[in-house]
């Protein structure tokens, strides 16, 4: 990969009127970035929900948020009475609901479903509702999304991974991720040996800083996990780290430096997620890949890292992110660039499922994605089945019953309320 240490329209201010040797490649890395930015535009300018086989109308007669136990759910139905469903994540949604009703759902009723590439897009300018764009808001879209991609899954027959595009895999591998900065070493490693055992994952990660900042014990936690988890596991696992931006440029690099001794996979948010210049001089000055991308909202500021090389791994969450389509859109970009998408995910609200289904359906992906379990306290199988979604021998396997391909089950969905509006 290119990588660009200095900024080359200073060098060029800089330069003598005769220095049209040096100046000619400046100008050509010049015309190769606005080449590629026009590149990039083009692909996530490209609609994703495959309409091919969709000939009738699917048009939106109710989209409704409904609740019970502090499990929120997304139901969407059509005028010919199907329903889709999409499960929230009980620990975002009771602070963004009122979003649903008010900025969301009375926009989308009444609309045909098959729109829905341009219906996510034009959704924003309900209401101004671009002013709320944030976690919260695409959070809201997103399940929403979600709700009718799987209705129109339960109408075509369709999976959502068709409807995406059709799946290049079967099933994805998964790196199993621990979330804890509180215990020790010793303690993450041990709970990386348990996650492993019971899951096959051949790739694990873990968390180094103090999330934003750093400390003196973090630090000396982070010095010790490195080479740790390496010696744990030996040189067969991919291992990954995430720093949830906590580090100044110069203690990355330092610690990226140590990752690279112990042959990491990836370095992910090494300094705070919104300092993307600064991202990029951390990816310039180590060879390990730097990931990111999980708070990000904005397809502009994803070009900007793309076209920038600021990140060789994308990760935009695909519920923070807004969903399924918009996150398709950042895979066609990096896809242009010649880089990855692993995508971040929540593992609450059937993370991993959804996650399944749209990295099944992209080509430009690692062999391992983000996993961390089961979670979620709803009673539901994959269609058929009897069976909860969860990891055998380190992969997950994308259902091809329509929509998502997994049943609630109907008793406790009787017990659903609709929320306030
Ligand atoms: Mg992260």
């Given at each position: 990969m290119t990588r660009h240490r200095i900024d080359r329209r200073q060098l060029l201010k800089l330069l003598p009127a005769g220095a049209a040797v040096l100046a000619a490649p400046a100008v050509a890395a010049s015309t190769d970035r606005s080449a590629l930015k026009a590149r990039l535009r083009e692909a996530r300018g490209r609609p994703v929900l495959d309409r091919s086989a969709l000939d009738e109308p699917i048009v939106i007669d109710r989209l409704e948020m409904l609740r019970r136990d502090g499990q929120y759910f997304v139901r969407a139905t059509c005028t010919e009475g199907a329903t889709g469903w999409a499960l929230c994540n009980p620990g975002r949604m009771p602070s963004a609901f009122a979003i649903f009703p008010n900025r969301i759902a009375p926009y989308l009723v009444g609309k045909d479903a098959r729109d829905l590439d341009t219906l996510v897009d034009d959704v924003l300018l309900y209401r101004s509702s671009y002013k709320w764009q944030g976690l919260p808001y695409w959070s809201a879209l997103a399940r929403t999304e979600l709700a009718i991609l799987d209705l129109i899954g339960q109408r075509s027959g369709l999976p959502a991974h068709a409807l995406l595009g059709g799946k290049v895999r079967d099933s994805i591998g998964v790196y199993y991720a621990n979330g804890d900065r509180k215990h020790s070493a010793d303690w993450v490693v041990d709970r990386l040996k348990a996650s492993v055992a019971e899951s096959g994952a051949r790739a694990v990660k873990f968390k180094l800083g103090a999330r934003l900042r750093t400390t003196a014990a973090s630090t000396a936690r982070d010095l010790e996990l490195v080479p740790k988890v390496r010696d744990a596991f030996g040189d067969e696992m991919t291992i990954y780290a995430d720093a949830n931006s906590s580090y100044d440029v110069p203690e990355a690099i330092r610690i990226g430096r140590l990752m690279e001794e112990y042959d990491y996979g990836f370095f992910e948010e090494?300094?705070?997620?919104?300092y993307l210049e600064e991202t990029r001089e951390v990816a310039d000055a180590l060879s390990i890949p730097i990931a990111g991308g999980e708070q990000e909202s904005s397809l502009w500021r994803f070009e900007w890292m793309i076209a920038n090389a600021a990140v060789q791994i994308v990760q935009p969450d695909l519920i923070y992110f807004g969903g399924l389509l918009r996150s398709m859109r950042v895979a066609a970009m990096a896809r242009e660039a010649g880089i990855d998408i692993v995508p971040h995910i929540s593992p609450m609200g059937l993370g991993a499922l959804y996650m399944t289904h749209f990295a099944c359906a992209v080509g430009n992906t690692t062999d391992f994605q983000e996993y961390k379990g089961d979670p979620d306290e709803v009673p539901y199988e994959i269609a058929g089945t009897g069976e909860r979604f969860r990891a055998k021998d380190g992969r997950l396997t994308v259902p091809d019953?329509?929509?998502?391909?997994v049943r609630f089950d109907p008793d406790y969905l009787r017990g659903l309320e609709p929320v306030p509006t």
């Open positions: 090494p300094v705070r997620f919104d019953a329509p929509g998502f391909g």
